[in-house]
């Protein structure tokens, strides 16, 4: 049963690091999403992808963040220069298409990215 | 501006009894709406949704309610089980325009009592 991997689980960076979280979506999938969790609040959309494609990229803070899902290979979500703030729990998502809505992304367990 | 609000962060309830999750949104051109369970360090998992042309949908314990009129929803669960404790959100999607993102709640943290 292999769903959405999300690795690394944990990942702790020093300020002004570079943080590269990995997302494999769900087999036959080929949409995938990321979500950014801060502490004691609900989940942020961030971007949305398909293959070699950024659909959606309008939650995507402006600078030093940026997300990549290539023809081979897991999505990237790639964070420069980390800050304090960046400290979060990011969550990716998949789906088959359009119709998640209907039935629900799968989620992966989320990193945990600690900026020290 | 949070168009998707939880405003309860926790609910008690006994085992047995039904627990009554609320959710409120502010944007009428939220189409679906979703309900996802967390337990810590886990990614959310889907439960139910409901389309926004409908005011009930029904899978085993779960019932979500909508009131388009009140921009109001609700997810009961009865009988409540101590297996039911967790975070739980509400999400809303707005149209094919928006893709599929969802706009979550703050969530709600149930606790189910033995």
Redesign the interface.
């Known amino acids: 049963n292999a769903g959405v991997m999300q690795n690394p689980r944990h990942l702790v960076r020093r300020r002004g690091q570079e943080a590269r979280l990995r997302c494999s979506p769900m087999k036959g999938h080929s949409h995938v999403y990321w979500y950014r969790q801060l502490p004691e609040e609900g989940l942020k959309f961030m971007v949305y992808l398909q293959k070699e494609n950024i659909i959606d990229e309008s939650g995507m803070p402006k600078e030093r963040f940026s997300a990549e899902f290539p023809k081979e290979g897991p999505s990237i979500l790639r964070i420069q220069q980390v800050v304090r703030g960046d400290s979060a729990a990011y969550f990716c998502a998949s789906s088959p298409g359009v119709q998640a809505k209907r039935s629900g992304y799968t989620f992966g367990s989320g990193t945990r990215l600690t900026v020290v | 501006d949070q168009q ?1 609000k ?1 405003n309860s962060p926790s609910l008690s309830v006994q085992e047995g009894r039904i627990s009554i999750l609320n959710c409120d949104y502010t944007n009428s051109m939220f ?2 709406f ?1 309900w ?1 369970k967390k337990y810590p ?7 139910i ?1 409901i ?1 926004s042309i409908k005011d009930k949908n029904e899978d085993g314990r779960f019932t979500v309610f909508l009131n388009k009129s009140a921009k109001h929803l609700s997810l009961h669960i009865v009988p409540s089980q101590p297996g039911d404790s967790a975070v739980y ?1 509400c ?1 809303a ?1 707005e149209g ?1 325009t ?10 709600t943290q149930l606790t189910v009592n033995p």
């Open positions: 998707v939880q189409d679906y979703l996802y360090a886990e990614g959310p998992t889907f439960l949704s389309s959100f999400a999607s094919e928006s893709g599929s993102r969802l706009t979550f709640g703050e969530g």
